[in-house]
C-alpha cells in the first residue's frame, strides 16, 4: 500500500461527510495561548458523521498572530480507557482513529510515543496515518541526531506502513472521548503503562 492513500489528518474530510448540517454549540473570542491577546476566535461544533456518531469539532484562529487550534473527540463520552490494536496487515492499517487532543499514542514494541502537550491538536486519522506522523517525526529529528539510528527507525516505519510490520498501536484515552474503529480492537481499563504518560494530569 502506499503511504500517500490516506491522508494523516481526515478531520475536515469527515466533517465534509456529515450527515446534516453541523450544529454550532459555542463560540467566544478567548486569550490565545501563544501571543496573549484576546483574539482567538473559537467555535466548537457537533456533527453527525458516518461510522462514528456525534463527533465535536472545535476549531479556533488568533487574529493577532494567527496561532491555530484544533480538536476533535467523540461526543458520547465514556470512561477513560486503554485502547489496544495488534496490526498485522493492510485491513487493521486502514482503521479509522479519533485522536483527541489530550490522547497518548504508543508503539511499545518500538518505544515509540505520541505525549500531547496542552495546545496538542485533536484528528480524525486511521493507523497509517498514525505511522506516517511518527515517520514525519523521525524524519525531523534525523537532521541533527544519529543518522545510522534515524535510518533504521525510518526504514521500520516505511515498511510498516507497507504492511510488511506486525506491531501494537496503544491510545491511552485518559478523558474517554477517543475511537478506533475495527475488529480487532481491544478495550481495557488504563494501566500504568497509560497513567506514567499522561502529561497533562
Known amino acids: 500500500m502506499e503511504a ?5 489528518d481526515l478531520t475536515d474530510k469527515f466533517a465534509e461527510q ?9 463560540r467566544e473570542t478567548i ?9 482567538l476566535a473559537l467555535e466548537t461544533y457537533l456533527y453527525k458523521v458516518p461510522h462514528f456518531g456525534n463527533i465535536i469539532i472545535d476549531r479556533g484562529i488568533c487574529a493577532s498572530c494567527g496561532f491555530k487550534y484544533r480538536d476533535v473527540r467523540v461526543a458520547e463520552t465514556d470512561k477513560p480507557k486503554k485502547i489496544i490494536v495488534r496490526v498485522e496487515g ?57 543518522q545510522a539510528q534515524c535510518k533504521e ?16 498501536l496503544v491510545m491511552c484515552d485518559y478523558e474517554g472521548t477517543g475511537k478506533i474503529l475495527g475488529e480487532k480492537v481491544v478495550i481495557k481499563n488504563l494501566d500504568r503503562e497509560c497513567k506514567l504518560r499522561n502529561k497533562l494530569k
Do not use: M, N
Open 90 to 146: 493492510e485491513q487493521e492499517l486502514r482503521y479509522l482513529v479519533v485522536k483527541p487532543s489530550s490522547a497518548s499514542i504508543l508503539i511499545p514494541e518500538k518505544g515509540y510515543e505520541s505525549i500531547p502537550g496542552p495546545y496538542s491538536p485533536g484528528y480524525i486519522t486511521t493507523v497509517e496515518g498514525i505511522l506516517s506522523s511518527f515517520l514525519e517525526a523521525v524524519k525531523i529529528a534525523c537532521r541533527d541526531s544519529d
Open 153 to 168: 527507525h525510518a526504514e521500520w516505519l516505511s515498511r510498516a506502513i507497507e504492511g510488511l510490520e506486525s506491531f501494537t
Open 4 to 8: 500517500s492513500s490516506y491522508s494523516r
Open 18 to 26: 456529515a450527515l446534516e448540517e453541523p450544529q454550532l454549540l459555542f
Open 31 to 39: 486569550r490565545c495561548p501563544s501571543c496573549g491577546s484576546v483574539s
